[in-house]
């Protein structure tokens, strides 16, 4: 969907004023669409339950709700086409003006930083931590790369796999704690979940074997705060005034947490239409959104 910059403005213009069929006849001569994927969207999309059986349990139909797409998005210089599917209105066209707005008046640049997915093996009860943590640090290297060499080897072949396995004490609450392994794995293209919550089953005996303590839990974490998607919008010709009340509006977000959650229902207003377009786990991404803004112990 990415093209050069530029080259979709007349598209651009005026396209919330098309009917939905000159909307897909300007993506497909566009060449966003394809011919078949316009037929499907014109027949209203999935008919057929059988593929909704291999997803779900007692499937007896499919929910639809609306299909749309947001324009006017200039990302990394390239422009886009972004779908969204949601139901609630406005949504669409406040992303499309405000990306309008954005495109004529500065950048939005994205990037990541770090790789890493976390999966964590939980030992419930740990006597000594001191203890436990020197015998894993000892075991560290022969836990990657037996990780590696039996589970994560396909991530390994594509240049990925577990990259490292740290510990951390969690208070229990009641005067003690328990220790918690946290193994870092590189997924590639991936997601990941299920490769690394094979690992960290996987290592449950050699970790009970090492500690003599039991592992009471092994599962991936959604707080993946070791890989961050960032986007940067830079805005270079704004009124006074009106960045006043933006960095107002940030810093209340920011100092209250009533307002916070409102904030951030917002963002993921743009998020979660997109994850749900392309058949990603939006409550994943929900969750880790929500842990990462209160980790620092205020909900921001």
Not at 22 to 48: C, H, N, P, W
Not at 263 to 280: E, R, S, W
């Amino acid at each position: 969907m990415d093209h050069v910059k530029g080259k979709m403005d007349l598209l651009f213009k005026g396209f919330s004023k098309l009917s939905k069929e000159q909307r897909l006849k300007a993506l497909l001569e566009y060449e966003i669409l394809s011919k078949d994927e316009v037929e499907y969207l014109e027949k209203g999309g999935l008919k057929d339950t059988s593929l909704g059986e291999k997803f779900i349990e007692n499937v007896i139909g499919y929910f639809q709700i609306p299909l749309g797409v947001a324009t006017n998005f200039c990302i990394d210089r390239k422009d886009y086409v972004i779908p969204m599917a949601v139901e609630e209105t406005s949504i669409v066209a406040a992303a499309s003006k405000t990306a309008k707005w954005v495109r004529e008046n500065g950048l939005i640049e994205t990037s990541m930083v770090g790789q890493e997915i976390i999966g964590q093996i939980q030992c419930a009860h740990v006597p000594d931590y001191q203890k436990f943590e020197k015998e894993i640090s000892a075991q560290k290297n022969y836990l990657i790369a037996l990780a590696n060499r039996e589970v994560a080897f396909g991530l390994v072949k594509r240049g990925g796999g577990v990259t490292d396995i740290q510990v951390r004490s969690v208070d229990r609450g009641d005067g003690h704690f328990m220790g918690v392994i946290h193994v870092l794995a590189d997924p590639v293209d991936a997601m990941g979940a299920n490769i690394i919550n094979q690992v960290c089953e996987y290592l449950k005996e050699p970790v009970e074997q090492f500690t003599n303590c039991k592992v009471t839990m092994c599962i991936l974490s959604n707080l993946v705060d070791t890989k961050l998607t960032r986007a940067q919008v830079t805005l270079t010709q704004v009124e006074p005034e009106l960045a006043e009340k933006i960095e107002e509006a940030s810093l209340f977000a920011q100092q209250d947490p009533y307002r916070a959650a409102t904030n951030n229902k917002g963002v993921l207003n743009g998020m979660d239409p997109i994850l749900v377009a392309t058949g990603n786990d939006w409550r994943a991404v929900e969750a880790g959104v929500h842990a990462y803004a209160c980790r620092s112990g205020q909900y921001r």
